[in-house]
């Protein structure tokens, strides 16, 4: 089993719609949880991190975290064409040496229709 | 303020040959690392440096070395180029105690 999960989608919106994406983790060690986005032959980017279980809302974007279920959810309101992209879950945790471990999702792959 | 610079942008191998995958950032970083990113696989961590001089493997390190002599360079080499090694290479780099990862353009290597 891999620690992070993530359904690849494809997942087709209209645009205006609200988007889910979600991640499923088993490493109960994970503290840091973020949201990379990736546009086509682009390199990811961070687009929001949060520390703590609960909600963080940045503009149309808000990341949910619910460490009880080990479960991350962005949602994106408002969907934009721009917002076409593969997005792609991200959590860490304190490694041997004081460093943070990064393991990244599979990435889902959104498309906003207009 | 370049961020993580990455060259070549594309590149065509034949099996067997070898090359270097340049890896750059001006950050000051202390950590940097080589990912791959395939199909349904995600990114997969190849090799990791701390700092200067310090180098260690990620989950895919087969055929692939790294060095890194300088704190802003992080070069990969393919020793022995094998269809498999056909991919998408991210470089990215942070500040060791951070989880915030600055990624390059990437490279994409076909290899025949």
């Known amino acids: 089993q891999k620690e992070v999960e993530q359904d690849p989608g494809p997942l087709s919106v209209p645009e205006g719609a609200i988007v889910s994406l979600n991640c499923t983790y088993s490493?109960?060690?994970?503290?840091?949880f973020m949201w990379y986005r990736q546009y086509s032959r682009k390199g990811p980017e961070l687009l929001m991190y949060t520390y703590s279980s609960g909600n963080k809302e940045d503009g149309r974007f808000t990341a949910q975290v619910d460490k009880s279920s080990k479960y991350i959810s962005l949602f994106i309101r408002d969907s934009q064409p721009s917002d076409s992209a593969t997005y792609l879950c991200a959590m860490s945790a304190w490694g041997s040496g004081g460093y943070q471990k990064v393991t990244f999702g599979t990435g889902t792959k959104l498309q906003v229709i207009p | 303020n370049a961020g993580v610079t990455q060259t070549p942008k594309f590149q065509v191998l034949k099996t067997g040959q070898s090359m270097t995958l340049q890896c750059a950032q001006d950050m000051n970083h202390e950590y940097m690392s080589w990912y791959r990113q395939d199909p349904g696989m995600g990114l997969r961590l190849i090799h990791y440096s701390v700092g200067a001089g310090i180098t260690d493997q990620g989950e895919v390190p087969n055929g692939y070395n790294v060095s890194r002599s300088t704190t802003e360079d992080f070069p990969l080499r393919l020793l022995s180029a094998a269809p498999s090694q056909t991919s998408v290479y991210f470089c990215a780099s942070r500040n060791g105690q951070s989880y915030e990862q600055y990624f390059g353009p990437g490279t994409r290597l076909t290899v025949t």
């Open positions: 490493n109960s060690a994970f503290q840091y």
